[in-house]
């Protein structure tokens, strides 16, 4: 007999390490049992580039909602290295090894603390809740400063990072959009109100002790020597003097072609980031007569810049992190560019690989065989923005919004081929797939509460995909099949379209309630996802799909703004708003339990196939889920192919009797993935694993 055994001179070590983690699977020689651990693609979330910091050879980014560490050591091949996604964050200021940012939710905004001491492994270790609603903020010495719209500026202690104190506050007259600390002194741009001047050399009472009223809208200031830069928005560069503050005087200004949004200064030049104008080097050597000396238009907005040495980092939204390199001033050029595009909105599973609907990159096919490194292995850029995708035999079906329905050969994962598709009058938002016919969901515009259509397209021949029927609906956004029916999300309810005959699809029944955003169908109930209601999750008996009832959910025990659901054994995995992932155990489909939850933020889509949970978040990318807190753990068989297994558990290790067998199987092909439901992993249980092979 082969099997899985431990010394027992280990035996102390691994029941530790079983009470510290929860699980652990024991293997010391083939045949092995792993636990399976969840993985994501791509390695860091992406989106528009919209701060950046600069300390030593580093650029800290907020990238989409996350902040991301990028190695600029070659400014011309500038790298990812580490990112911090566990919250949505908005804004981000250096000090030393720490960054501090906004952390956002719907209700509130956090000032968190991460230590970037390892680039590649940033760690939360602080932070402190409720600090208003802050559009910037700033670090010098050991305290944090924040500018807060209508509340003014607020001043926080970080000596220790772990437990931020609230030190004190100036409510300014206008809306504090931007701050700058040098010495004893806070420089606040202060929306319509200018700049403020506050002496801070007690932060626990900041003092008003001088300011200038701009004639526009100050977004953010610097200070250089004598001087105040402002980026007064359609008024420009503003220049003025506080080498007094208690009598701060405008000098010059110059003004930009767009709205000035930040203002970096180093030497006799100031680098203004202009949304609708790009980069502007002005010359500031006669502070009483700046003038525009070049400059860079770039396709989208200038959001934020920052000097570091000889070059100038711009963060530019869409196109990401423009590096500049103005050595010479009068002739800057983008010299690099860190981008991360692409938006996860929908998956579909098939064998090995995920499909992944990645919205305006178009279709990414990703190798899942092993759950914990996911690996994209091929892709292809569709002509629209991929919402949706389906998969059916060596097709993969994309709803492409504005360009409709698009087709793609997918017998080499590695190379997937455009083959043909169907334009939709609207915007293609889901598409299901059975037998030869696609079922797609067409709005008239994305998301728009207004009439739309449910298409009914034949794609026998994929390279000439007919439609053959259809109904108009209203607000379709889901699509679910089952037998000859095809179950609609629907603004106004569940729709029931009887599909036998796919010519001339009809209506035979539904359910009436609020903006149904989801459904997900499974024997003989659907589960509906609706949003902004006190129902959230809805459990419809379809037996009879011409005389559908509720009999589950919609009583106040769901979150309120839910938007996806997936079934899955007795299982209903539900995505809300504020709340992520919720799974229900609807073994009673009239008295659902809740049983466990997962919280990442942007999630929009979740599929589950063979006991996984593939999760889709956006610009975050897709998260695999082979395993999840009180409801599931997953392990790893590899064994001898062909040959009987017998996979146990136990539950103490010093009772050879307490080992219990958990299935006895054979398989062709290894490695083999068991997920185990009987498991609590938040009452972190000590249990073990070994597989015995004869």
Known sequence: MKRCSLPAGLRPLLSAACLAAGLTAICAAAPTVQPLHSGKWPAFPRGEVTDVEVSGQYAYLIVGDSLAVIDISNPTNSVQV??????SVSAVAMSGNYAYVLEYGFFQITLGVIDVSDPANPVRVGGIADVGYPYNLTAAGNFAYLAVPYTGLHIFDMTNPARPVRKGSYDTAESAYG???????????????????LDVSNPANPVRVGGCDTSGTARN???????????DTYDGLQIIDVSNPTNCVRVGGVDTSGAARD???????????????????????????????????????????????RYVYVANGGPGLQVVDANDPLNAAVVGRFAATGRAMGTAVSGNHAYVADGPDGLQVIDVSEPSRPVRVGGYDTSGTARSVAVSGNFAYVADLDAGLQVFEVSNPANPTRVGGFDTPGYAVAVAVSGNYAYVADNHEYYAHIPSAFHVIDVSNPTNCVRVGGIDTWATLGVALQGNYAYLAADGGMQVVDVSDPANPVRVGGFDSGSVWSVAVSGNFAYVAEWD????????????????FQVGGGDGDYPTYAHTVAASRHYAYLLERDEGLLVYDLSNPTNSVFVSRY??????????????IYLVAGERGLVILPTLPNLQFTVRVDATPGESFTLESATNLSDPNSWQSLLTTNVATMPFDFADFDVKLTNKPQKFYRVRQP
């Open 599 to 612: 919280d990442i933020p942007s999630l929009v889509d979740v599929t589950v196939v063979a006991d996984r």
């Open 533 to 548: 209601s006190d129902a959230g999750l809805k459990v419809i008996n379809v037996s009879n799909p011409a005389n559908v």
């Open 263 to 309: 203002v970096a200064v180093s030497g006799n030049y100031a680098y203004v980031a202009d949304e609708d104008g790009g980069l502007h080097v002005i010359d500031v050597s006669i502070p009483a007569n700046p003038a525009r000396a070049g400059g860079i238009d770039f396709d989208a907005l200038a959001y934020d810049v920052t000097v570091g040495g």
């Open 82 to 87: 580490g990112a911090y996604d566990k919250k």
């Open 179 to 197: 701050v700058t600390v040098v010495g004893n002194y806070a420089y606040v741009a202060d929306g319509p109100g200018g700049l403020v001047v």
């Open 221 to 231: 200031v610097t200070v250089s020597g004598n001087y105040a830069y402002v980026a």
